[in-house]
């Protein structure tokens, strides 16, 4: 079945530390993202990247960082220096085409916590 | 810019219907709507393109007025299966990257 994955589901890391989070697709998609959601709100632009080994900043990029090595993978990690890294990550991808139709496909997403 | 949702919540019974609205400052290319169970992935609905343009999805419709930037969402003949929040996601003209703006979402209870 062609889909998303992110793993884990549930993290949980002390603070100061640099934590990776998984986000994988299958669907041939070249374009993928990673958001943040805070509790009662929307989903906030991370990074994006449109194709492999090029990625740009979204909304709130501080204390985050990402690769696209590869078409199907987009890790993010989540440096000590954000200062509120607790959240609900979604990764998402979507197909880029000429007629601008495509939408975005999410994950399951990873809830983190920093204790 | 976010897009702006309202209402930000909506309590219903099971048959009603209800509006969500989302306006945007710039001017749109497409809106995309998506619905979110607590602690899941937002779930494609609709995407709408043009001025005037009406999608359906089960009971669930949407228009999209260009010219006035927003969008409208109908849940018509609510279900229990329609809870969840509702978020859209505005592309803006002037952009070569694609990618969505979302608002902050509107949290819809059925309820029998």
């Known amino acids: 079945d062609g889909g998303i994955t992110q793993s884990p589901k549930y993290l949980f890391r002390k603070e100061g530390q640099n934590v990776t989070l998984s986000c994988e697709q299958n669907?041939?998609?070249?374009?993928m993202y990673w958001y943040r959601q805070d509790p009662g709100q929307g989903l906030r632009l991370i990074y994006y990247s449109q194709i492999v080994n090029d990625f740009q900043k979204g909304d709130i990029a501080e204390g985050y960082s990402v690769s696209r090595e590869k078409k199907e993978s987009f890790p993010l990690t989540v440096t000590s220096a954000q200062k509120n890294p607790t959240a609900f990550y979604l990764c998402?991808?979507?197909?880029?085409?000429?007629?601008?139709?495509?939408?975005?496909?999410f994950g399951p997403g990873t809830r983190l916590t920093v204790l | 810019q976010q897009p702006v949702q309202s209402p930000q919540a909506v309590i219903l019974r099971e048959g009603e219907d209800a509006v969500i609205n989302c306006s945007s400052s710039?001017?749109?290319?497409?809106v995309h709507w998506y619905r979110q169970k607590h602690g899941e992935a937002p779930v494609f609905l609709m995407i709408l393109l043009k001025g005037g343009e009406q999608k359906g999805h089960e009971k669930i419709s949407a228009s999209f007025n260009e010219k006035k930037q927003q969008s409208s969402l109908y849940l018509t003949a609510s279900q229990l299966s329609y809870s969840g929040t509702y978020f859209c996601?505005?592309?803006?003209?002037?952009?070569?990257?694609?990618?969505?703006?979302f608002g902050a979402g509107t949290t819809v209870t059925v309820r029998a």
């Open positions: 996601g505005t592309e803006s003209y002037g952009s070569n990257d694609y990618k969505l703006s």
């Open positions: 998402a991808s979507s197909n880029r085409g000429a007629s601008r139709t495509d939408t975005q496909y």
């Open positions: 669907l041939n998609h070249d374009a």
């Open positions: 710039k001017a749109l290319y497409s």
